[in-house]
């Protein structure tokens, strides 16, 4: 999604805002652009191809300055063409990039129409650009403190102007945006990754922050004007690029690092103890009777997975909901409920609005489940537990996924112990089981190739059904959302016992059904599910555990996962799934990591 650079300096800063929006490259971005202040005026570049692009002309047409903004834009308002890349100029004075949606904007631009200003592009972001040049008396901070308060929607931006060569002022509201300070340079961006190479100290500006950048000082007020100290954080852990090493794709590379990601998140202690959720966590867990779990996509079926465990581990009510519903919805809040986000970036605007919606209805005990520790989310929520998949670049999830699953487990194992339904031995168990992942995921990601086999007859299908029943339910929903992101095929996931009552009209031999068949109790119901679907011709495709005894034969094809894992197996379960999806989007052409349309961090909503 759309993505900020900005930066003052006594050097050429035009690198730097190159280099800033490679990093946000994985993103994904349909249009790009960068604008200097030079010679007494701005100057751009956009492209609507790739920054790589964007770099080449930059280069031809000596594009310089020490003074800049640049951006990745992920169309929301206007088609992705050169018009409505930014940076948007007003009247060749002043350049602004912009991320999220005003709302408002239609209003706006018939004032600003008014007072004699012409719209050149499509966006929302150009009335930004115009309102803050009305307002302009000399002094850009101010105008732009003045701008905002007219401001309805989400909105990180960047600006500068012509007649103050050494400023660039930035200000955010519902979509993020970080100082970074240098050395007699600073800059800005909407991620600190942005900066990795340029800086280690950052400042996470807080909800309707503005912030003046000079040469030498970086100025804060807060949503009411008020200059304020923000803290200086320093972070050291977005250096250096992530390589591909030996795979063809991030998405191949992430989905093959899950047993390292998965060893990493689960606890060094041998215990589950609250503390693991922060130092608050005993008293708040203490204190509540229920779970509300918000999240939006991925992240949503890992919370529809916990809900089993919680239910069944713990034995606490837990509703799950999608977090763009909920913010809209008249709920009924409960003070008992502990309100759980679970977000791989921290920077979801649907899931971080739902938190304070959440909030704003009298929630106190709040607990974020996140891989990224300085995101919005984590700082927002009373609690926190930070899963260690490190970065993920492919848009679609796969490590952020399995270990949120095992960050979940281990709450539910806590509140189980906790509630006293989890006693010594049963806790030595799911320890033990917890260190044994990373083992038993290798001997699934072992199963490779016998998935590209499959995966051949899938590149030719247009539609997929997906089975899973209880526990893997979510997972057969992840594993048809895997498929239909990065293959663009059509599929649908279903709790096996509801195919009689609807889908089955769409099973005829075209249809491939991919099954989830782990040897549970509802394992039996599940065969006869699936008998339902060979009756009327359909194909199968099931991932059975080894001692389920279901057997390849006319139109069912079976693949044998290593180990029956219990509890823990839908942590093993989605890993054929995710290389299905992969390796049939490889064979069908897509760009794997970054599919059409979508963005890795939603930041817009
Ligand atoms: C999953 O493959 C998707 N890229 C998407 O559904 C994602 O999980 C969703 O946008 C939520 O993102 P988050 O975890 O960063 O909040």
Redesign the pocket.
């Known amino acids: 999604m759309c993505g900020i650079v900005g930066a003052v300096a006594q050097r050429n800063i035009v690198p730097v805002l190159i280099e800033g929006l490679r990093r946000l490259e994985y993103r994904g971005y349909d249009s790009c652009g960068v604008a200097v202040l030079a010679g007494g005026e701005p100057h751009r570049a956009r492209s609507v191809a790739r920054v790589a692009d964007l770099d080449e002309q930059v280069r031809e047409t000596h594009l310089e300055g020490f003074t800049g903004i640049a951006h990745t834009r992920w169309a929301t308002h206007g088609a992705p063409v050169t018009n409505n890349a930014h940076p948007i100029f007003s009247r060749n004075a002043l350049a602004l990039v912009h991320n999220g949606i005003i709302e408002n904007y239609e209003s706006l631009r018939d004032m600003l129409r008014g007072k004699g200003y012409e719209f050149v592009s499509q966006t929302d972001t150009e009335v930004i650009a115009h309102l803050i040049h009305s307002l302009y008396r000399g002094d850009l901070f101010a105008a732009v403190r003045e701008a905002v308060q007219q401001l309805h929607g989400a909105y990180a931006i960047a600006v500068e102007h012509k007649d103050q060569p050494d400023t660039v002022v930035g200000a955010r509201q519902g979509s993020p945006l970080v100082v970074g300070l240098g050395e007699g340079e600073n800059f800005l961006a909407s991620d600190a990754l942005a900066l990795a190479g340029s800086t280690e100290h950052f400042i996470f500006l807080e909800e309707g922050d503005v912030c003046e950048l000079t040469l030498e000082r970086v100025r804060v007020a807060d949503r009411d004007g008020n200059d304020v100290e923000r803290e200086v954080r320093t972070v050291a852990a977005y250096g250096g690029a992530v390589e591909l090493g030996p795979y063809r794709h991030f998405m191949q590379k992430e989905i093959f690092e899950q047993p390292r990601a998965i060893g990493d998140t689960i606890p060094q202690a041998d215990s589950f103890d609250a503390s693991l959720f922060g130092d608050a966590a005993a008293t708040a867990f203490g204190e509540i009777d229920n779970l509300l779990i918000l ?6 079926y890992s919370g529809l997975t916990a809900k089993y465990w919680l239910e069944s581990i713990a034995k606490i009510p837990t509703q799950v909901e999608i977090a763009s519903e909920y913010r809209y919805r008249d709920s009924v809040p409960n003070p008992k409920s502990l309100v759980v986000v ?7 605007a649907d ?1 971080l609005a739902a938190l304070k919606h959440a909030q704003s209805l009298g929630h106190k005990h709040t607990l974020s489940i996140c891989n990224v520790g300085t995101s919005a989310m984590v700082r927002l929520t009373e609690l926190s537990f930070l899963t260690h998949a490190g970065r993920e670049i492919g ?3 796969t490590k ?2 399995t270990t949120q699953l095992v960050a979940l487990f281990v709450l539910a194992a806590t509140l189980g112990k906790l509630r006293g339904h989890v006693d010594a031995s049963l806790e030595a168990q799911y320890v033990r089981q917890l260190r044994h992942l990373p083992a038993a995921l290798n001997s699934v990601l072992a199963l490779e190739p016998q998935i590209i086999a499959w995966s051949e007859d899938f590149s030719r299908k247009e539609n997929a059904l997906f089975l899973g029943r209880g526990l893997h339910y979510p997972i057969a929903l992840e594993g048809a ?2 498929l239909k ?1 990065i293959s663009y095929i059509h599929a649908e996931a279903y709790p096996a016992g509801e195919l009689k009552h609807g889908p089955l009209a769409l099973v005829t031999e075209a249809m491939p059904v991919v099954t989830v068949a782990p040897n549970d109790t509802l394992l039996e119901k599940l065969k006869s599910n699936m008998q339902e679907v060979r009756a009327r011709g359909g194909e199968l495709y099931v991932f059975a555990d080894s001692d389920t005894r279901i057997v390849s034969e006319e139109g069912l094809h079976v693949i044998r996962m290593p180990e029956h894992y219990g509890l823990l197996s839908p942590i093993l379960h989605v890993v054929p799934l995710q290389l299905l999806a992969y390796h049939t989007a490889c064979s069908r052409g897509t760009d794997v990591d970054k599919p059409r349309n ?1 963005a ?3 930041t817009v909503e």
């Open positions: 999240a939006c996509g991925t992240s949503y679970i977000s791989q970036s921290g920077e979801t899931t848009v679609a999830s952020a996924f959302l895997k992101e979508l890795k961090s939603v």
